[in-house]
């Protein structure tokens, strides 16, 4: 059987997976199942979210107003009492006359959760003078006493490291998919029961209590707006241009890829199905450690590469509703400080209609696949939101999708 054959068999397959294995997703996101975050204490936030539901034909009681601060960084306390919780009570009440399967995050919304500051934690301090006293008896005791001290130390460590972990840093909107479910704990990530690469796997979260989130943001009200009309535009005239994907390495060989190998194979895979799905005028795979430099991707509407770590390369020109993400550590720690240089940030600003990236240091294994998140696009039966989560491995964590949730780039084929 040909090769081009076997691809497109592939992707149908793969389309056919998500429609099968996900019910509630077996159809495209539709705008009376969104509702719509806004942050009546910052300014612009109402107006983008009026706006964004005016073009969406988003219905009027789908708005979800919160109060809380407008940095882009609030405390666990802040995330719990003035996010999490009246987002969960407006749910409660939406859930009487809509189903709803997709949060978006608005403008002026705060982007991840900080960690505790330990330093004034009362439990942490006195644990690390109990340990201490320990290592100061451990030099006096006699034998007997001197035998048990090390069983008691290493109880007390244990405890430390429990309290140091329990509240790592996340982002505001990874937390927000599992605003439906209970208490959970808040060490590490967990595992997305979305996520086509743990196929029927066992998770703590059933499907029905994970929730579609996206963010309406950006540096300033008039980069948001052109988020929702260029998603918009692409529709109606059809997202078109060139698909550029960056990796480092011939394609890695091997049914057990991990790590760097696992999304460099994943790049090439990426490349592959989007050229077999024939949406792209040119597909152009570069397998170069070195990246794609100035000039060097005109035309751009579908990009993913690595690793600049919090440094954009300006080799782009972005064609009108391009989709894209770059694969490095804390690409989306901030989409406000000008001299920022981060990728989620400057691919905004030079006019990507949608992207993704953490807000701290994610760990390769916990980003979107690129093969399973551009495929799902190009196949056009899911849109911006479904393609995302299907692709996503964890929750709780660090990642942010960017761009209208409904945006469908392209139509089924």
């Not at 406000?336 to 390769?364: D, F, H, I």
């Amino acid at each position: 059987m040909a090769r081009h054959t076997c691809e497109k068999i592939i992707r149908l397959v793969l389309a056919l997976h998500c429609l099968l294995a996900y019910p509630a997703m077996s159809w495209a996101l539709a705008p009376e199942e969104v509702a719509v975050i806004a942050n009546s204490s910052a300014a612009g936030s109402l107006e983008l979210a009026e706006y964004y539901m005016t073009k969406r034909r988003i219905p009027k009681d789908n708005l979800i107003r919160i109060a809380t601060t407008s940095n882009e960084q609030c405390s666990r306390e802040t995330y719990d009492k003035e996010i999490r919780r009246p987002i969960r009570e407006a749910l409660a009440r939406l859930d009487t006359t809509s189903q709803i399967r997709c949060l978006v995050v608005m403008y002026g919304t705060p982007l991840a959760i900080l960690p505790p500051d330990l330093s004034k934690n009362d439990q942490l301090i006195q644990l690390k003078k109990q340990l201490q006293a320990f290592k100061e008896e451990e030099k006096v005791a006699g034998e007997e006493r001197r035998a048990a001290i090390p069983a008691e130390k290493k109880q007390l460590e244990q405890q430390i490291v429990r309290i140091e972990k329990a509240e790592p840093q996340a982002a505001v909107d990874s937390e927000l998919a599992l605003v439906l479910a209970g208490d959970y704990p808040l060490a590490g990530w967990l595992p997305n029961p979305y996520f086509v690469g743990f196929g029927n796997q066992k998770t703590m979260f059933s499907r029905n209590e994970v929730l579609m989130v996206s963010r309406l943001d950006g540096p300033d009200p008039a980069t948001v707006r052109r988020l929702v009309d260029d998603a918009l535009y692409a529709e109606k005239k059809g997202l078109r241009g060139r698909a550029y994907f960056d990796a480092r390495w011939p394609r890695p060989e091997g049914k057990e890829l991990s790590g760097y190998a696992l999304y460099d194979a994943a790049l090439h895979k990426a490349a592959e199905g989007v050229r077999q799905s024939g949406r792209m005028k040119e597909v152009r795979l570069d397998a170069r450690p070195a990246l794609f430099q100035s000039g060097d991707c005109p035309q751009a509407a579908l990009y993913c590469g690595w690793y600049s770590l919090g440094r954009y390369v300006d080799a782009f020109t972005w064609a009108r509703g391009a989709i894209g993400y770059h694969i490095a550590s804390a690409e989306c720690t901030t989409l406000k400080k000008p001299e920022s240089q981060v990728w989620c940030k400057r691919m905004l600003e030079e006019g990507v209609a949608a992207t993704l990236g953490p807000v701290n240091e994610p760990y390769v294994q916990s980003f979107p696949l690129p093969d399973v998140f551009f495929s799902t696009l190009a196949e056009g039966y899911l849109g911006l939101a479904e393609s995302y989560l299907i692709s996503l491995p964890f929750l709780s964590w660090q990642m942010v999708l960017i761009g209208d949730p409904l945006y469908q780039p392209f139509s089924p084929q």
